[in-house]
């Protein structure tokens, strides 16, 4: 029988912890602007952390895989020329 592992879901706090290149100040920020949300300029985009989120209650916890999914698809690329 196959068991599906669980996600290791973490805090703000926890997260920041584990990979101290993240402030709290920073993850609070993404979390904030994972959401789609209208300014009276129009629609700003979400950064699309949003799947990463569970909300309970005033709660908020991180699916630890999908965050570092989430950073994996922002990583910046350059190019060295030789």
């Known amino acids: ?5 669980s ?8 997260l920041t912890i584990k990979y101290p ?3 709290q100040a920073s993850l609070r920020a993404h979390v904030f602007n994972a959401q789609e949300r209208t300014s009276s ?3 700003i985009p979400g ?7 569970i909300r309970v209650g ?4 991180i699916d630890e895989t999908l965050f ?3 950073v994996r698809r922002h990583q ?6 030789a």
């Open 58 to 61: 005033r709660k908020i916890l």
């Open 76 to 81: 910046v690329t350059t190019e060295v020329s």
């Open 7 to 14: 996600p290791s879901l973490l805090t703000i706090a926890q």
């Open 1 to 5: 029988m196959h068991q599906q592992k």
């Open 68 to 70: 570092i999914e989430w």
């Open 47 to 53: 950064n699309g952390l949003a799947p990463a989120i």
């Open 41 to 43: 300029q129009g629609t």
């Open 21 to 23: 290149s993240f402030s």
